[in-house]
Nanobody, 120 residues
């Protein structure tokens, strides 16, 4: 399975973006899916997760109430709706597939990232 994140870009403070993670050469319908991010000079940070079995979701405190993760197994895609963006959300965002819950201890598949830049 190959994952590819897309949808990043430049947005002003308070704006919104929707990121997409598409799978090819297979399906991730039976994997838990995470979004995580990495800002320049900082360590990787968990953002959100969605469980494959019941679509339960889990969020980092820093994005709770602003971000929403959802998936469409028919389209073989997972999304991250990001609202009320602030400069601290600036990072490269990645999607990953794993078996553990709620945090991926090890990514079985991980996509290339998409850059989100929030300008003040």
């Amino acid at each position: 399975v190959q994952l590819q994140a897309s949808g990043g870009g430049l947005v002003q403070v308070g704006g919104s973006l929707r990121l997409s993670c598409a799978a090819s050469r297979g399906t991730f319908s039976t994997y838990n899916m995470d979004w995580f991010r990495q800002a320049p000079g900082k360590e990787r940070e968990f953002v959100a997760a969605i469980r494959w079995s019941d679509l339960n979701t889990y969020y980092a405190d820093s994005v709770k109430g602003r971000f929403t993760i959802f998936r469409d197994n028919v389209k073989n895609a997972v999304y991250l709706q990001m609202n009320s963006l602030n400069p601290e959300d600036t990072a490269v965002y990645y999607c990953g597939a794993c078996r553990s819950w709620p945090l991926c201890r090890e990514y079985i598949y991980r996509g290339q990232g998409t850059l989100v830049t929030v300008s003040s």
